[in-house]
């Protein structure tokens, strides 16, 4: 069943640049939850700064760091800043109490150790503007590595807007920092959870995703840049498969044919997500399994998606080839995943 909220009207004064006066374009804001990530927070909170598009607000909420990342931060002269140190509590708790301080009337989330390319939210709002009664849009994104160098970004595709459905097949958003949401929708979607242990932004997507039909658009841009780091919260494989069982558990209790009916095309995708998760920790063993898997969960869409066969070629390789020669076809792999999109 889709949920009923009100549609938003569609005479906002704003367009695809950042001009015009503060008080005919909306506030975004910018919400950076933070905890003990010292060595990226000052690029991530930048990131969001240097916006196009700056008739913006950026709360940072500190999670209870101990790490001394909040001292970079104070030498930031910009009234648009704002810092909000709490006790540790988690991620989804300091996304609720971030949410609680806005006055926007779009959220942008942006995690303290990802970025934002300069154009983004201009981006963003322009197709806010071009399709005001979508509650959500969301940018392709590359990745980046420890020191911010890209490994590679994602073949551009087309715009489209994204069903309940697709969003059950697979988290296409991929990530907590490539979305803007209207806040009203935000709301009317309910809390971040607080208890999971991972994929919060998932479970929110989805609650986004049943509000009215096809309300998210994907923006055919790359314009987020996810930070690939060492003990993330997305790299614990463990610890993904608990938060993505609860979140598919839930959307079955509200909505068990949509479950049901992407319950292959799921088994296949997810099965993949692990099997990467795997490979980047060198566990190539535990990807080969997770790609059976999904071959034995979907036949058919396995064996039609080139990504899952050239993960089973990698992970081959990493298991049998001396390291050297697997690095040099991880290369080539890494360059024909962005080519298959």
């Known amino acids: 069943m889709i949920l009923a909220v009100p549609r938003p009207r569609s005479t906002e004064v704003y367009g695809e640049k950042a001009g015009g006066s503060a008080s005919e374009r909306p506030v975004v804001s910018v919400i950076i939850c933070a905890y003990n990530v010292a060595p990226y927070i000052r690029d991530s ?11 913006i607000e950026v709360i940072v909420v500190d999670d209870g760091s101990t790490d ?10 910009d009234r648009r800043l704002r810092v909000e140190k709490r006790p540790h509590s988690g991620h989804g708790a300091s996304l609720n109490a971030g949410i609680a301080l806005t006055r926007g009337r779009y959220v942008g989330l942006l995690d303290a150790d990802d970025r934002w390319l300069p154009e983004k939210l201009e981006r963003h709002l322009a197709h806010h503007a071009r399709h005001p009664a979508v509650d959500m849009t969301y940018s392709l994104s590359e990745e980046i590595d420890v020191n911010g160098v890209p ?9 489209r807007f994204i069903s309940y459905r697709d969003m059950l097949v697979e988290n296409v958003v991929r990530n907590g920092s490539a979305a803007v949401i209207r806040k009203d929708a935000l ?16 479970d929110m997507w989805l609650r986004v995703a049943r509000l009215r039909a096809s309300n998210i658009y994907a923006v055919p841009e790359v314009l987020t ?13 463990p610890v993904m498969i608990e938060g993505l069982t609860e979140v598919i558990g839930r959307a079955a209790s509200v909505a068990p044919e949509d479950v049901a009916a992407t319950e292959g095309e799921r088994g296949v995708k ?19 399994r997770y790609l059976w898997q999904g071959l034995r969960a979907f036949p058919s869409g396995f064996a039609g998606d080139i990504r899952n066969w050239l993960f089973v070629g990698a992970c081959l390789s990493g298991a049998m080839l001396p390291r050297r020669w697997h690095e ?10 962005r080519r298959a999109g």
């Open 45 to 55: 909170v930048d990131s969001a700064l240097r916006q196009t598009y700056d008739n």
């Open 68 to 77: 001394g990342g909040l001292d970079l931060l104070s030498g930031i002269d």
């Open 151 to 159: 490994r590679g970004a994602p073949a551009a595709g087309k715009g």
């Open 187 to 202: 709301i009317a979607a309910g809390p971040f959870d607080e208890i999971l242990p991972s994929c919060q932004d998932f």
């Open 225 to 237: 840049q996810y930070r690939r780091r060492p003990r993330q919260v997305s790299s614990n494989v």
């Open 270 to 288: 997810l099965n993949s997500y692990y099997a990467y998760l795997s490979y980047e920790a060198c566990e190539f063993g535990n990807g080969l």
């Open 328 to 337: 040099s076809l991880d290369s080539w792999v890494r360059m024909r995943r």
